[in-house]
């Protein structure tokens, strides 16, 4: 089986577009792979944080995962900061990397202009990436198309490692979904649904309630040509109203266009649509919420099984460099 591994940033809430996007995708493919997520909360701490808001956050995020459909009994889902190898790999894969490859990353520059205080971690954040692909020997990494390039940037220190100090990673691939689960603002239709976008109104939450949502869907900004079509480039509103529905009902968005010759339909029926795929999700989520030991627990367990596969690898490559063995 292949051993697939992605992570996910505890900071904000779960919406549409990542569960659409990424976690339901997650959740068929734990059944085929061996698959690993983790909660990536130090790369959360790249940007200030207020104290004591993490920990909350991941546990909140693991029962949103859960509730999702991510089952701990099937795929391991741990914590990042519970398994102490990857800051430890992650420092020998700073020094694996250039500082002309880490200037380079998109996500950095893009990061950096939003920030005021650039910390260094910040900048290395890939390398903690890489340690989090690398350790467990990944060969699929399933991510959004703007984390490509640290795939492959991941991939370069892994061969690098390889040829410096001997055969020592896994090389990972990047598994990146076709374009049909795209979920866009509904706001600004151009731009992908997303945590740091900032558009309340613009994002469905999963734990959004009805009213809300169809408030959310019937004010989404569409056009004033009033014909029902899937476009992506001229229809950026309607054709993601459209891909919404198909999503949530597992049709085509082209195809379903044609049943449409007016806005206000489509737009009830995509509403009435994410309702009814949200509410299993919500009722689990508050079963989980009431009892946050049992998905302590079951981080715990994710945790040590992800731990042993990690320390193997950190031995393996600390070995490999040749440093004196501490026993
Ligand atoms: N950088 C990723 C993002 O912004 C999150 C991430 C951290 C990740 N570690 C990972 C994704 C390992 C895949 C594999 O979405």
């Known amino acids: 089986m292949r051993r697939v591994l992605s992570g996910i940033q505890p900071t904000g809430q779960l919406h549409l577009g990542n569960y659409l996007g990424a976690v339901r995708n997650w959740a068929k493919m734990q059944h085929d792979t061996d698959a690993f997520f983790c909660i990536v909360d130090l790369h959360s701490i790249t940007i200030p944080q207020e104290p004591g808001a993490i920990g909350r956050e991941s546990l909140r995020l693991a029962q949103m995962l859960i509730a999702a459909g991510l089952d701990p009994e099937v795929c391991t889902l741990f914590v990042q900061s519970h398994v102490r190898e990857h800051t430890e790999c992650s420092w020998l894969l700073e020094c ?25 971690g910040l900048f290395t954040y890939p390398a903690l990436q890489a340690a989090d692909i690398l350790l467990y020997d990944t060969n699929d990494v399933p991510v959004g198309a703007d984390q490509r390039q640290h795939i492959e940037l991941t991939r370069d220190i ?56 169809e408030k959310k869907i019937r004010s989404a900004v569409t056009d004033n040509d009033g014909e029902v079509r899937f476009d992506v480039s001229n229809k950026p509103g309607v054709s993601n109203l459209l891909s919404i529905l198909g999503a949530a009902t597992d049709k085509d968005p082209e195809e379903l266009a044609s049943e449409y010759s007016q806005y206000g339909p489509l737009k009830a029926d995509a509403a009435a649509a ?24 079951l981080l715990a367990t994710g ?25």
């Open 96 to 120: 694996t990397a250039s500082f002309g490859e880490l200037s380079r990353m998109a996500q950095f520059k893009d990061k950096s202009d939003r920030q005021e205080f650039i910390s260094a």
């Open 158 to 213: 892994a061969e690098r490692f390889n040829y410096r100090y001997g055969e020592t990673f896994v090389l990972p691939a990047a598994v990146i979904p076709s374009a049909g689960a795209r979920v866009m603002d509904l706001q600004r239709p151009t731009d992908k649904m997303s945590k740091s976008l900032d558009s309340p109104k613009g994002t469905i939450d999963l734990l959004d309630q009805p009213d809300q949502i």
């Open 274 to 297: 994410v309702v009814e795929l949200l509410a299993p999700l919500q009722a689990r989520f508050a079963e989980l919420e009431a009892d946050p030991a049992e998905t302590t627990r």
């Open 303 to 327: 945790a040590a099984k992800a731990r042993s596969i990690a320390a193997a690898t950190l031995t393996r490559a600390k070995s490999n460099i040749g440093f004196l063995p501490d026993s």
